[in-house]
């Protein structure tokens, strides 16, 4: 078996953290719910409806694969083509259609009762997916995404009246 390169070994290290999170996540006695936020990935150009390029494809896929033992009850992208193309892996694994969100007149109390008790993925912009962390937390702790920064994973899980947020980096 070949050695693990730096790169590799630290996504193996932060996958099984995550693992570890989520096994906590899903053996809860009350109800939980677990929102992943992710950022749109990289995308064709900079007009305002763009495809993603051939990289955030690539990243789509990747997102899904660093993903792939969850079981998503819901998928949540902005109108957007790019944040539809970064969910569309995860969507087709997980048998779901995209429920487009507005993320400029977004009413989270309503959201959280809609989502409540299921695992969540909603992908968005560097713009909107701390702002919708820090409301699903009731608290200001994240700052918009430098535009180069597509690895970004927030982990929100609600079980009761406790809340956990992370932010995982790949």
């Not at 944040?83 to 109390?109: E, F, W």
């Amino acid at each position: 078996m070949l050695p693990l390169s730096t790169k590799d070994a630290k996504m193996k290290n932060l996958l099984f953290i995550f693992s570890l999170i989520m096994a906590q996540v899903l053996h809860a006695q009350e109800v939980t719910t677990s929102y992943f936020l992710i950022r749109h990935a990289e995308k064709a150009d900079s007009s305002k409806d763009t495809n993603l390029s051939e990289k955030g494809l690539e990243r789509a896929a990747k997102w899904d694969s660093i993903l792939q033992n969850i079981s998503f009850d819901a998928v949540y992208g902005t109108v957007y083509k790019r944040t539809q193309q970064t969910a569309q892996p995860t969507a087709n694994r997980n048998h779901k259609d995209i429920i487009v969100y507005n993320h400029k007149d977004l009413d989270i109390s309503k959201f959280k009762k809609e989502t409540l008790g299921k695992n969540v993925l909603i992908v968005g912009h560097s713009n909107s997916i701390p702002g919708f962390v820090n409301a699903l937390i009731g608290q200001s702790k994240y700052k918009e995404i430098d535009e180069s920064v597509f690895g970004n994973l927030y982990l929100v899980v609600i079980k009761g009246d406790s809340i956990t947020d992370y932010l995982l980096q790949f």
